[in-house]
């Protein structure tokens, strides 16, 4: 029985699973956790990767490695970290998003030359913060990663004699590879980095081979997280995945590359040689773990509770914007609860308000998927809330679509094993893993979300003007 073995070293942790490299069945896996913040030493990745790989992987013959996505690693010429690296959720590079947007001639420039408009998350405004904030720093820099590219290179060795690499998928998220050419725009590295050119990995198409460990183990690709975890569920065009981390993310699956000069879509590339439009928020399930606390009730608690209002939380409206936003892009924004009066100021309501909320946000950035002309025929909810059968009839009620809430798996890792598959055999296509069973919800026979939705757009644009 051949093995592959799958990682997802997302912000939170790092999650490791081995599979039959036939079938997808799960053999084993482990979770480590990660340091919190949006700044991190890029070793404690690889220190919680030992951890987690310890004693897990005895025949595995591939492995591949899928990572959240737009964080800055940056290597001196000895391959050293410069600086802990900036996580995709540090916000303090959307000043220097917005100046290279002026920069380069506008949103629409942009996303000609790249498929999406610099925002605070992207790698090239981190790029830009640190020439600016960090100029002595900036100088030292020789190599620029992605953080899967760190963890594939240090597998493969990690010294300055071992080439980095990178994927399509997660270098379409750079702000500096354009998806439609297929290549690095290195004019748009120098204007962010202020005319230093680092070294960049070679980019590799889906199924190719990144090397070996040192023992001997094929390393494939690799990916971002959200291209992995499309890989992982198999999806399909007309399938629209939500996924409901700590932040949210709403992608479907297209022929043809994207570019929204709104900057609200993502033009990225995904995992098959296709390509991955994509909608970001900052703020998801993390808006349910802070109104349990607010509440001081257990977050597993949560939901009976919020069962106890009607929908539309008695006329209260949660903005869930408690770190800030990237969509819409209110980086320095803060959440709002509105229309409280001394009858609904109750836990309940304030429960439901947070639920609906969330969902709300998400359907905000999904309506950004319709209007580029990508129309859903369902959602597929993932993540640590989607567990939540409430989540899913208020997701399908504010969403107004069937919703399919497959079986709680690593996603994001069963795709990472799934490119090692792939790339382990050389086939054309990737290996025919089943989809994964799923729990069907029809679509609402009426438009019975509509109200909370009219609702939460009025509050929005009163309070933030878009």
Not at 134 to 156: F, G, I, K, M, S
Not at 355 to 369: I, P, Q, S, T
Request: aromatic share 4%; net charge neutral; hydrophobic share 45%.
């Amino acid at each position: 029985m051949m093995l592959v073995a799958g990682v997802d070293s997302s912000t939170q942790s790092c999650k490791v699973v081995v599979c039959e490299a036939e079938s997808g069945k799960i053999v084993r896996q482990r979770r480590i956790a990660h340091p919190e913040g949006t700044e991190v030493p890029a070793r404690a990745w690889w220190d919680a990767w030992l951890s987690a790989a310890d004693g897990l992987l005895d025949g595995v013959a591939a492995i591949a490695v899928a990572a959240q996505q737009h964080g800055l690693v940056t290597l001196d010429a000895r391959g050293r970290p410069v600086r802990d690296a900036l996580l995709w959720n540090d916000t303090r590079s959307a000043g220097a998003a917005a100046a290279l947007v002026e920069e380069l001639g506008g949103p629409q420039e942009w996303a000609k030359a790249v498929g999406s408009v610099p925002l605070a998350a992207h790698t090239v405004a981190k790029l830009r913060w640190m020439a600016d904030r960090e100029p002595e720093l900036a100088d030292r820099v020789a190599r620029v990663l992605l953080p899967h590219d760190y963890l594939t290179w240090r597998l493969r060795g990690g010294t300055v004699d071992v080439e980095p690499t990178t994927d399509r998928g997660d270098a379409s998220g750079t702000g500096y590879w354009s998806p439609g050419e297929e290549r690095y725009r290195e004019d748009l590295l120098a204007l962010a980095f202020r005319g230093r050119r680092p070294g960049l990995p070679r980019v590799l198409g889906p199924a190719q081979t990144a090397g070996h460990t040192p023992d001997g183990v094929l390393v494939a690709a690799g990916t971002g997280d959200n291209a992995a975890a499309a890989l992982g569920l198999g999806l399909r065009e007309g399938e629209v995945v939500v996924s409901l981390g700590t932040s949210g993310t709403v992608y479907t699956r297209s022929s043809s590359p994207s570019a929204d000069a709104t900057g609200a879509i993502n033009g990225f590339a995904d995992a098959t040689g296709a390509y991955l439009p994509l909608v970001c928020t900052l703020n998801a399930a993390r808006v349910l773990e802070a109104a349990a606390r607010m509440l001081g009730v257990a977050a597993s608690a949560l939901e009976g509770l919020a069962r106890q209002a009607v929908a539309g939380a008695d006329g209260l409206t949660l903005l869930p914007y408690l770190t800030g936003e990237r969509t819409p892009d209110l980086p320095e924004a803060t959440g709002t609860l509105h229309g409280l009066t001394p009858r609904n100021m109750r836990p309940p309501n304030i429960a439901r308000a947070a639920a609906e909320g969330m969902v709300c946000n998400l359907a905000e950035a999904l309506d950004r998927l319709r209007a580029g002309e990508l129309p859903p025929r369902r959602v597929v909810l993932i993540g640590g809330a989607a567990a939540s059968p409430l989540i899913a009839e208020i997701a399908r009620d504010i969403f107004g679509l069937a919703v399919a809430v497959p079986e709680p798996r690593e996603y994001v890792a069963l795709g990472a094993a799934r490119q090692a598959a792939w790339a382990l055999t050389a086939t054309a296509n990737p290996p025919d893993w089943p989809v994964p069973p799923a729990r069907e919800i029809e679509a609402p026979a009426v438009d019975s979300g509509r109200a909370i939705r009219e609702r939460y757009g009025r509050l929005r644009r009163a309070i933030h003007g878009n």
